[in-house]
DNA sequence: ATAGCAATTGAAAGCGTTTACATCTTTGGT
DNA sequence: ACCAAAGATGTAAACGCTTTCAATTGCTAT
């Protein structure tokens, strides 16, 4: 490397304004004396050149510190190796840890991801969408299964394979579970604890295939019991740990005789809130009050007492839609549900109804 | 081949299988009756066209539905708008909290962000950071100031400016606090009221310019008052709730008369471990405990008692440090240190030490 | 009208790869 | 040895945009 060594010819080390420039195929042709396909080659399919030619250019390669332009690469080869993701909020453990393994998953198979949040609206994520699309990428992760057809209709266009994730569907590919079923379930442990009077709140239900349909399992738990679900006790809060607190003055400011006795809450946010402003109150849990979450996020088995929630194997859910999407990018047949099964985790927040 | 002869008819709206292919510029160029060259200005400086042009080719483009290629795009002007961070863990809310933020403003302006993690691995942050600049990003955001010297070295010759966020640096241009101070005055806090046995507990404190402050601060608020935090009082665990917990038990096991009244820990999650393990055998917070947090998480308001902590306003540091980038990626002027103040949240967490 | 000038527009040369396709080497069979 | 077939390499044309520079157009002021 002599910077200022006067050379004749074309200098490729160097432009105009003396600057050394990067070093592109063509320098790592010239030293390694081969020409820029060849290059190409051995960097791609290394076993398409010969042993010898193959290790002259690596060690022009690393000599000239060559780093492969991937935009060049990206325009001739029509695709980015790049892969969207769009959840509704970072707020939400679970979305995060999905997240955080699709990309582990990704970054093995060689692609990096573009993350995006859609903060539970539907034209904030066409947006954003749309943003992702013009970048490139050769795939989608979604949440949920509710969203602008205009999305649909441009990734179509462009060829882009989208994965649904946390909610099922048999029009679209997807990994996820059935979120209708999961608090059904969770609904009958409480009635068959004896539970007469049960509540349910969620974050926004509007173009939201998890919220809605958990709301909807408790009611049909009770409704085929005979029960039936007070329009007082199912609340659509905004998500987070304080509309956690604030759903507990809500349910539990009615005439005693009238209060819930048990709580399904859509995440574990909610029911931490919950918990708190019980704590505060001096409102047992869950001697007066049961409580069930949502996610199993890392805080909850550590509350007192420990959160009995429904368990979502989050990481699976990203693992498998990364590599679903990889089928899916790779034109491969695959299937096309990926069903993934809620656990209900008993910890300390469920006990029988008081008898009063 | 022949350079004069006739091209073979050019259908511009599908290929050769009969695809509709996706429209170029050119395509709107045609539609519009203008240049190619008027398109792109149409597109990127639309003050520089006429009115007039100006709207054949929007409607144009509209009519196609012409999305901009944005590989060519990078290719051409050498820039991607895009940017990279890399965080040492999704699974500190902190770190998720800032990185949004981040994206929230790079997004506004126009970028988007490639995010990655290091699990608190120099070698791994290297390989993601590899990755990044071969994708081009024009800018890069890490966690703390100890890296890869390769790392500057690379970033360097591909002229990618690096913002370095959670610490302070006089050679880096940085957004972050004085992580010894914070803990300093937490300690000093705890020494105020009287307590003489302190702990302190952090993740790891290895390459890690934010953990190992924070346990010197500690050490140092003793020190300058003639008092010695026994090396049984300063341990290293891996971060986490369950870390925390295990903490716990190591701290706690000796004498009563040898056991810490005051633990400073190096993150809430540690904290939130050392609470519950703390209730579970009955040690009564912050009555013959004091427990103090670093972040503030969004679950530390909650807890019972709420978690005594040293805030510090995550969103402001992504903010800020996508702010300084776009500044450093214009490659304007700016200031190269931009401090961010932690604050002691009082909470229910602490109290003078019992005199036994 | 018309020169003079500024504002628009167009032509064409990149940007750095990949990839047919053509060309040149090997290799293996006889 | 010799020829065909297989294998390795080179040539050159995309890929779709930006941008310089020159040519054209539209104005304003004579």
């Not at 020409?35 to 290790?55: G, M, Q």
């Not at 695709?79 to 093995?108: C, D, H, K, W």
């Not at 979450?293 to 859910?317: C, K, M, Q, W």
Request: glycine share 8%.
């Amino acid at each position: 490397m002599n910077p200022d060594h006067p050379s004749p010819r074309k200098n490729r080390s160097s432009n105009s304004d003396g600057r050394t420039r990067l070093p592109v195929a063509q320098d790592v042709a010239e030293l390694a004396g081969v020409s820029i396909a060849t290059v190409s080659r051995t960097l791609n399919e290394p076993e398409k050149v010969r042993p010898a030619t193959r290790e002259a250019v690596m060690k022009a390669a690393a000599e000239l510190g060559f780093v492969l332009n991937s935009a060049a690469r990206a325009l001739s080869t029509r695709r980015s190796s790049t892969v969207g993701v769009i959840v509704p909020s970072y707020g939400n453990e679970v979305f995060v840890r999905a997240l955080s393994s699709f990309q582990r998953t990704m970054r093995a198979a060689g692609y990096q991801v573009l993350a995006a949040s859609s903060e539970y609206d539907l034209a904030t994520e066409m947006q954003e969408a749309a943003f992702l699309l013009q970048r490139g990428v050769d795939g989608l992760m979604l949440v949920g299964g509710i969203h602008d057809p205009d999305l649909y209709a441009r990734a179509e266009r462009s060829q882009v394979p989208i994965i649904q994730s946390f909610s099922l569907s048999d029009r679209e590919y997807c990994v996820g579970f059935d979120n209708r079923e999961a608090t059904f379930r969770a609904a009958n442990y409480l009635l068959d604890l004896g539970h007469k009077r049960l509540a349910v709140v969620t974050g926004t239900r509007e173009n939201n295939d998890r919220a809605a349909p958990r709301a909807e399992g408790v009611h049909l738990a009770m409704a085929e019991r005979g029960l039936e679900l007070s329009p007082a006790h199912d609340l659509i809060v905004s998500s987070g740990i304080v509309a956690g607190r604030d759903a507990f003055g809500q349910l539990m400011g009615g005439p005693k005789e009238q209060r819930p006795t048990g709580i399904i809450c859509g995440t574990d946010e909610i029911a931490l809130g919950i918990m708190s402003e019980a704590s505060e109150r001096g409102v047992d849990i869950p001697r007066t009050l049961s409580v069930i979450g949502f996610n199993d996020s890392s805080f909850s088995a550590v509350l007192s007492p420990p959160l009995t929630t429904i368990r979502v194997d989050a990481d699976e859910i990203g693992k498998s839609s990364a590599l679903a999407l990889l089928n899916l990018m790779g034109a491969k047949t695959m299937v096309q549900v990926t069903r993934i099964t809620p656990e209900l985790v008993l910890r300390g927040t469920v006990a029988p109804p008081d008898k009063l």
